[in-house]
């Protein structure tokens, strides 16, 4: 991956030279990529490490000072990976929350569904003793 020095994209900046930048996040917070041209280049700091801002607000407000204009591009969504439990059942419950806010019948009370579930419960204890 090419790399630009914070004074050379100074320069280009102020020269309108800079086509876009991308605020990636990893974990160390998030760096910068600039495309000049047909390449991008992640932004160095000042001793030749690449330039990590604490939050996305730090690195916003760099390509404000620079005059590089941004827009917040919406999040790819993952499909969440295969044996992720945990992801899987958040997606399930909210489905029914979706489901729920779009149902036109009343609502069910909390007790009425408990006394369902009692009685079949019971029901299944009787065919299994029987």
């Given at each position: 991956?090419q ?7 100074t ?6 030279k800079i ?6 996040d990893d974990e ?10 047909t390449e991008?280049?992640?932004?160095l ?10 939050t996305?607000k730090?690195a916003?407000e760099y390509?404000?000072h620079?005059g590089?204009?941004y ?5 790819k969504?993952?499909a969440?990976p295969?044996g992720?439990?945990?992801l ?5 419950v909210?489905s029914?929350i979706?489901a729920?806010?779009?149902?036109s019948r009343?609502p069910?009370?909390n ?11 019971n029901s299944r204890?009787?065919v299994?003793?029987a």
């Amino acid at each position: 991956m090419q790399t630009i020095s914070q004074g050379c994209l100074t320069h280009l900046a102020h020269e309108r030279k800079i086509y876009s930048a991308r605020v990636i996040d990893d974990e160390d917070g998030f760096h910068l990529m600039v495309r000049i041209g047909t390449e991008e280049r992640i932004l160095l700091s000042e001793h030749e490490a690449i330039r990590h801002f604490p939050t996305l607000k730090d690195a916003t407000e760099y390509l404000h000072h620079l005059g590089i204009p941004y827009t917040i591009a919406p999040r790819k969504r993952r499909a969440s990976p295969p044996g992720n439990a945990d992801l899987t059942h958040d997606a399930y419950v909210q489905s029914f929350i979706s489901a729920a806010r779009h149902d036109s019948r009343a609502p069910v009370a909390n007790s009425d569904v408990m006394e369902a579930a009692r009685q079949i419960i019971n029901s299944r204890k009787r065919v299994q003793h029987a």
